[in-house]
C-alpha cells in the first residue's frame, strides 16, 4: 500500500481554498451588479470598496496556492452559488422599491458571512499545519469580510432598514 504523501488536513485546506478561490471570483463578477442596484451612495461605496479588497483576496489566495506549490484552482462552491443567485433575486425583486438596500445588505451578507467562517477555519487549520505566512494572509483577509459585514449592518441599522419601512 502506497503511504500517504500528504495529511488529510492539508488534503481538506487545499480542497477548501479551491472553492474559496472560486467564490471569490464568483463575488467579484456579482458586486458590479449590486452596486448598480444600491441606491444609497454610502452603500454603493461600501460595495465598491470591497470589490477592490476582493480583487486583493483573489490574488492573495493565489500568493496562497504558491505558498503550496500549487496552481490556482477554482472549484464550484454550490453554497455561494446559491447565495449570489438569492442576491440577484432580491435585485429583481425589490430593485425598484424603498427596500432595495435593505435586501441587498440582507443577501450580501450571507455572502459575508459564508466566507468569515470559510477563512476562519482555513486559518485555524494553518496554524495547526504551521503554515505561518498562510494564516497571516487568511487572517487579513477574513479582518476584511468582517469589517465589510460590520459596515453593512451599521448601514442598515442607521438608514436602510428605515428606509425599507417607509411608504414613499
Known amino acids: 500500500m502506497k503511504k500517504p504523501t500528504k495529511s488529510a488536513l492539508e488534503n481538506m ?9 472560486y467564490a471569490e471570483k464568483k463575488i467579484c463578477k456579482a458586486l ?31 500568493t496562497i496556492f504558491g505558498h503550496l506549490d500549487k496552481k490556482p484552482k477554482a472549484v464550484r462552491c ?13 435585485i429583481r425583486e425589490f430593485g ?6 435593505a435586501a441587498l445588505v440582507y443577501t450580501l451578507q450571507a455572502a459575508e458571512h459564508y466566507e468569515i467562517t470559510r477563512y476562519g477555519t482555513l486559518r485555524m487549520w494553518a496554524d495547526v ?33 428605515l428606509r425599507a419601512a417607509t411608504l414613499l
Not at 82 to 90: F, P
Not at 96 to 101: E, F, H, M, P, R
Open 32 to 62: 458590479p451588479k449590486a452596486i448598480s442596484a444600491a441606491r444609497s451612495g454610502d452603500l454603493k461605496n461600501a460595495l465598491r470598496e470591497h470589490l477592490g479588497e476582493t480583487k486583493h483576496h483573489i490574488k492573495a489566495l493565489e
Open 129 to 161: 499545519l504551521e503554515w505561518q505566512d498562510v494564516q497571516h494572509i487568511l487572517t487579513h483577509i477574513r479582518d476584511q469580510e468582517w469589517a465589510a459585514d460590520q459596515k453593512m449592518t451599521a448601514m442598515a441599522v442607521a438608514t436602510l432598514n
Open 78 to 90: 454550490e453554497a455561494i452559488d446559491s447565495i449570489l443567485a438569492q442576491v440577484a433575486q432580491s
Open 13 to 21: 485546506f487545499h480542497s477548501a481554498l479551491k472553492e474559496l478561490y
Open 96 to 101: 425598484k422599491t424603498n427596500g432595495a438596500d
